[in-house]
């Protein structure tokens, strides 16, 4: 065969296979470019669900405190209390009891000169039970503890069940105002393109309720009062956001 022919024939299909993966190219952006074209029967909107929530977990705080001119002796009283506070806890039904903070300060004067000591330690109780909670919580005040500090909060499960809940509606919310957007706008139907799932916010930071000690801390253990518990609700909200392509 000629030699010649031979090179005309392997230059030829070279131009050929260079022409053909240019034009392969081209039409790959053309069709990205088409893609990422927006279109003109878009819609972009968001709704938005809300649920009131009513926190089913109570938490107090209490603290045992004492002050003397040696750290030694008042650590070991401040010790005692928490310790007996914390078995009684734990031998309470529906009560969840663990140690808090401890801590150990020096007193000062007017002159500026050390003047003792001051120990505190604290007990935190958790319980879905807000009534044998408020009754524990009025006997441990009768044993030289006081309420330091109380909040509502949701509980892993409740909050597990509203989050889903909230999901359900915000989707559900976000269908119908497409519906309706595509049909105000004189189309038939629409299909999603994309749309974003938010996050739960809303006011999900325990809420401090209304704590009340019925009886004084020097009335006998046998007259103690429960501690009346009172609280709110916890607004949970849930914004679902997306585009849509709106048809005939």
Known sequence: MNLNLLKR???QATVLAFTCAALLTAAANGQNLATAAPSRDALTLDATVTSEVIPDLAVITLAAEAQ?????PITREV???INAALAQAKAAAGVEAR???FSTSQRWNSKGGRDGWTVRAELILKSRDFAALG???GKLTQQKLMIVGSALEISRELREREEQALVERGIAAFR???QTASRAFGFARYTLREVNLGSIGGDVRPIQPKVYAMRAATAPMADAEPVAIEGGKVSLTLTVSGTVLMSQ
């Open 99 to 101: 140690t808090g903070a």
């Open 9 to 11: 024939s392997s230059g």
């Open 135 to 137: 009754a524990l919580a």
């Open 79 to 81: 010790q005692q209390a």
């Open 68 to 72: 003397g001119a040696e750290a030694a």
């Open 176 to 178: 119908t105002k497409a």
